[in-house]
């Protein structure tokens, strides 16, 4: 059990946590949450007895091991599956004690507790972890400087995975990770034997792999039972009820105080006054937890361009000699949302940069719009950003002659308000940072905008912001994301790059998660109740016109009602002598209104129509 007492803690003076109290029961898996910079990490720290508290106490078990991931592991010459075999540090004492041990009796202490910790099988367990991660068999035997820095992440992750610490607390896990190991880690979370708590932006992650969420907010903790929509949920009610309780208050406040006003000066009332201006003093005000501010991305809208935006006719792309993928027969239209799955390896960055213009194809034939703008987001673009530069001077670099004054609002649209526009880019979080090269990326309105990882860094209310942003965007999509809240709610296509090749993934991504997840089992297909005819892509086409279509019709014949309204609102018009005019105004206004009223009732049928179509 992870008991937490009545903690205070203060950075510069700025507390962070002031008698905050909480308890974890052993054995349970919990989402650590709250908003950026309320001290979620901090936290972690104090339970590693890195940091001291000023007041309070934490406490955990006697010889409880605490295991986490806080840097990657060193490039050195270890083989990956070593460096993980090594994390449990009581075997690998065992294993090197029973080199050099002679006592009979000792002897016979190591190799039972060897196999009460089950150490023969190590070697298949961490091999097991290092798989559902996304090493080979071959690249379990190299080197761990083989690997960039966010492969060895992955292997840190492996190491304090496998050595099955008593309480594992696990920072952001799934920034390092693709969608593949993002999934096999929620399942290997939910069989995890020892208590977990996950600091996470992933909604999936804290839905399907904790049964409790821990919120910190105004430098308390409260516990809630149940995952993250149970939390968000619960948490709405509270915030209805505390609502509609201080209104209550506020009118009850409100009468009171109108009866010491006007009676306060009679001596006939002066005993009545007297006890409700007690009563208003006892009165303890309900407070409202504060709305966080809206997290909002404004893109920019393109013009339309004819279909298709980009097609290809039996493309190779690669790298020189070595071709990754090959018989690409592809077409991307302006309406497209489409998500890319697919192991680590097998391509999606690849496909990426050949869509994007970055990377040349081999062979075959690829055609684009000639009026194609295309905008591109990746991690390693977020890591280029010039660190000694504001935002505002990164934009001015691209759009000098918009002004400042235009380019503060276009960063205020990306949630970079004035304070963090003349902040150096160094000093911003890792999700301002983002924030600024998701709007570098949609500067110049593009038709087709290609997203790598856009979740990385972003708290939950972003990544919400950002789903709404991507559904009102008017150009095509591409996403690549181990987020699947973002992909199901966003992506109405799914391409499987696998084998070299780049198919049409027909099933949905609950089938595909199961697919991972349980390699070894066929993916359960529905029970047949009735057979689905999808609809032709044509068809889906023809279905989002007629929802333009309608919005255009509706947004018209809106404009035409504010213009009588306006006419209306003219006091001449009321004059005995334009009596007849205004009968005519009125008999306008009422046919609009009317009109209106028709062409919503058929936006809502058509968008209805398209829903149904996208869902089949």
């Not at 035997?141 to 696990?170: K, N, Q, T």
């Not at 001449?572 to 002598?577: F, K, S, T, V, W």
Request: glycine letters at 6%; one cysteine or more.
């Amino acid at each position: 059990m992870l008991r937490i007492t009545d903690i205070s803690y203060s950075v510069e003076g700025r507390p962070l946590f002031e008698g905050a109290t909480a308890v974890i029961p052993a054995g349970h898996k919990v989402g650590l949450v709250g908003r950026n910079g309320t001290g979620k990490t901090t936290l972690f720290r104090l339970i590693r007895g890195e940091l001291t508290l000023d007041t309070g106490t934490i406490e955990l078990p006697r010889l409880s091991r605490i295991g986490g991931v806080s840097q990657e592991v060193p490039g050195n010459e270890v083989s990956l599956l070593d460096t993980v075999l090594v994390a449990d540090v009581e075997r690998t004492a065992l294993l090197a004690e029973a080199e050099t041990a002679t006592d009979a009796h000792r002897i016979a202490d190591i190799q039972t507790r060897l196999a009460d910790i089950d150490a023969w099988s190590a070697e298949g367990r961490a091999s097991a972890i290092l798989k559902g991660l996304g090493f080979t068999d071959e690249e379990q035997r190299m080197p761990c400087s083989a690997f960039s820095g966010g492969w060895r992440m992955r292997v840190a992750l492996a190491a304090v995975l496998f050595s099955e610490p008593d309480l594992l607390l696990l920072d952001e896990p799934t920034n390092y990770l693709d969608l593949e190991g993002a999934l096999w880690l929620e399942a290997y979370l939910v069989k995890y034997p020892h208590t977990v708590v996950i600091v996470s932006h992933d909604r999936e992650l804290l839905n399907r792999s904790v049964g409790g969420i821990l919120h910190l907010e105004n430098r308390k903790l409260t516990y809630w039972s149940g995952n993250y929509d149970a939390f968000a949920r619960a948490r709405a009610e509270q915030r209805a009820l505390l609502v509609s309780s201080a209104k209550k208050q506020d009118a009850k406040r409100a009468h009171l105080q109108a009866f010491v006003d006007r009676f306060k000066a009679k001596a006939s009332k002066a005993k009545q006054a007297q006890s409700r201006v007690k009563m208003l003093e006892k009165m303890e005000t309900i407070r409202v937890p504060e709305d966080a501010a809206r997290t909002v991305f404004t893109f920019p809208s393109p013009e339309e361009l004819s279909p298709p935006i980009i097609a290809t006719e039996d493309v190779a792309v690669g790298y020189g000699n070595q071709i990754i993928l090959h018989s690409l027969n592809l077409r991307i239209d302006q309406d497209d949302r489409i998500a890319l799955l697919g192991r680590n390896g097998e391509g999606k960055s690849t496909l990426s940069k050949m869509l994007s213009g970055r990377l040349d194809v081999a062979r075959g034939k690829m055609v684009a719009s000639s009026k194609l703008r295309i905008g591109f987001f990746a991690q390693h673009q977020v890591d280029e950003l010039r660190v000694e530069e504001t935002p505002l001077q990164h934009l001015l670099r691209e759009r000098a002659e918009e002004g400042q004054a235009r380019l503060r609002a276009r960063l205020a649209g990306f949630g970079l308000m004035a304070a963090q526009a003349e902040t150096e880019v160094g000093r911003l979080s890792g999700g301002q940072k983002a924030r600024l090269s998701l709007l570098l990326a949609t500067l110049n309105a593009p038709h087709l905008l290609i997203l790598d990882e856009p979740t990385n860094h972003l708290d939950i209310e972003s990544r919400e912001a950002l789903v709404e942003a991507l559904t009102a965007y008017t150009g095509a999509v591409i996403l690549v994301s181990h987020d699947m809240h973002l992909l199901s709610m966003v992506a109405d296509r799914l391409w499987l790059v696998k084998g070299g090749r780049v198919t049409p993934y027909e099933d949905d991504l609950d089938a595909y998660r199961r697919m991972l997840v349980t390699p070894d089992k066929p993916v359960e297909k529905a029970k047949p109740v009735e057979k689905v005819v999808r609809p032709t892509r044509e068809a889906v086409m023809a279905l989002r016109a007629e929802v333009r279509k309608c919005e255009e019709r509706v947004a018209k014949i809106n404009d035409m009602r504010d213009k009588l309204a306006k006419k209306l609102s003219d006091p001449a018009l009321y004059e005995d002598a334009r009596k007849g005019e205004l009968e005519t105004w009125n008999r306008k206004y009422a046919e609009v209104m009317e009109a209106l009223e028709r062409a919503e009732a058929l936006w809502v049928a058509a968008q209805d129509k398209l829903d149904q179509a996208v869902a089949a």
